[in-house]
């Protein structure tokens, strides 16, 4: 039960609406991942940039919706996402931070109201974590649903982005090992929620898309494909924060890996 | 034949690329509407606005994607929409453009190569006409597809667009008076294509969203709404257009209504 105060357990997070895993959030009770949070409502990665660099970063979603799906971008300095989350607070809502100077991970935080900057425009994209529900009325046996400590693996692929300004690198991919007899149902069901990542970039061989060896994780951790199943990748939200590193940006706020901001969205609403 | 160059005829462009229609405009051999142009190709709406602007229309089209479902926004200075269209000029390319000045329909131009600055930004996003190969393909009678001058009725709406910065008005809609009998599969259909405006906004009362008086078009032609027909209304892409005019930007440069750009894209392509 990784961060979670000892009054509440993720069964109790499932069941609560956006905002109210919101303000649980926001009161400082739950530090944890945001996997099954208000299941149903789509989670969203974060990330925050200086107003230089807003345009510029918003062009690169545009042109690589597949890991980077723009879900909402706040008014310069207004951190409520009152599209997608009228109400919050992007800099108190987010279980964990991350931050990065120059391109280096140096500090991860569970409130960034001390940051926060005039000059800030906050970015919401896409997160597969929106479509469990999906996966959990399908029955898909995904091995992240079933067991508690699991998490899907994630990896930096050689499928570079189509870069913008400052902007550019390599797609991250996230895994799941999928019965094969299930897997057109699952590339079916996927491709339904572009929002959140779509159908898989591939699947099968991991060498194709440059990734030797499925146990050196990047981030998440090591799945186990196992006979009969095959692994699929889909692009990943993480894109932003390896771009972040690659480039070597002076500052950029993300969420931490796997702990996601939960929007008032429907998983099910059409993208439009 | 508006505007058609007398060797070609609409017939003509139907069964063109998208890049062998862009060459017949740049060449001046077109300047009429873009109506059945490369039938199945996406066509896009066309905005240029100087960059201290375009972070401000970006989060605009995002915030309403209805009206505005963003294609494309190209680098800042760079006429080449690389994404849908590599080797376009969006100078050139358009069969008819037209000037805002100080929110004011000031010129209409064939070319805007002498208008042109290190500092523009242009944004494509989505346009109706797109999907007439798939109401062929359908069956659906439309009006404007079977009678060369007709033309879809476009309105000034009552609903309000999400405001972004200094960009705020009404969505203007355009009207298809459509067979009752074939209403939800019209509505189906559209939905199917969120960049092209997806389902209808509004169906059955034109009073409920604001118009009056469906003979009373702002842009485009009155349509007959017949006996057992029902006027169905689309958010529509010159809906940037009501809002340059709403809110007297100092430049603007669009498309002249109905005098669409032709990308690349497959209209079937998902949006992704």
């Given at each position: 039960?990784?961060?979670a105060?000892?009054t509440?357990?993720?069964a109790?997070?499932?069941?609560l609406?956006?905002?109210e895993v919101r303000q649980v959030?926001?009161d400082?009770r739950?530090?944890?991942t945001?996997?099954?949070h208000?299941l ?12 230089e660099y807003?345009?510029d970063?918003?062009?690169?979603c545009?042109r690589?919706p ?5 879900i909402?971008?706040t008014d310069t300095?207004n951190p409520?996402?009152k599209m997608?989350?009228?109400g919050?607070d ?10 990065y100077?120059?391109?280096k991970a140096?500090?991860d935080?569970?409130d960034?109201?001390?940051l926060?900057?005039d000059?800030h425009v906050a ?5 597969n974590?929106?479509?469990d529900?999906v996966?959990?009325?399908a029955e898909?046996?995904l ?6 400590p ?6 930096v ?6 870069p913008a ?6 797609q991250?991919?996230?895994?799941r090992p999928?019965?094969k ?11 339904r929620f572009?929002?959140?990542h ?7 061989d ?12 990047t981030?998440?951790?090591p799945?186990l ?5 095959v692994?699929?990748f889909?692009?990943c939200g993480?894109?932003?924060q ?13 969420h931490k ?7 008032d969205l429907a ?5 439009r």
């Amino acid at each position: 039960m990784d961060g979670a105060d000892n009054t509440l357990s993720r069964a109790d997070l499932e069941g609560l609406s956006a905002a109210e895993v919101r303000q649980v959030i926001r009161d400082g009770r739950w530090t944890g991942t945001s996997k099954r949070h208000a299941l149903g409502r789509e989670q969203a990665n974060i990330v925050i940039l200086r107003e230089e660099y807003a345009l510029d970063f918003m062009r690169f979603c545009q042109r690589n919706p597949k890991p980077l799906f723009l879900i909402e971008a706040t008014d310069t300095g207004n951190p409520e996402p009152k599209m997608s989350a009228p109400g919050a607070d992007i800099r108190t809502d987010v279980p964990a931070y991350r931050v990065y100077r120059d391109g280096k991970a140096v500090e991860d935080l569970t409130d960034i109201r001390h940051l926060w900057r005039d000059d800030h425009v906050a970015f919401l994209t896409g997160c597969n974590l929106s479509v469990d529900q999906v996966m959990i009325e399908a029955e898909i046996p995904l091995p992240h649903l079933i067991s508690e400590p699991v998490w899907p693996s994630q990896y930096v692929s050689n499928i570079a982005c189509q870069p913008a300004g400052i902007f550019n690198g390599p797609q991250v991919v996230s895994m799941r090992p999928i019965p094969k007899d299930l897997l057109v149902k699952v590339i079916e069901l996927t491709s339904r929620f572009p929002r959140s990542h779509g159908g898989p970039l591939h699947v099968g061989d991991p060498a194709a898309i440059g990734i030797d060896d499925l146990d050196n994780v990047t981030w998440g951790k090591p799945n186990l494909v196992g006979r009969g199943q095959v692994p699929a990748f889909w692009a990943c939200g993480i894109t932003a924060q390896a771009v972040a590193c690659e480039i070597g940006i002076p500052e950029m706020i993300t969420h931490k890996p796997g702990h996601m901001f939960v929007t008032d969205l429907a998983v099910v609403d059409p993208v439009r």
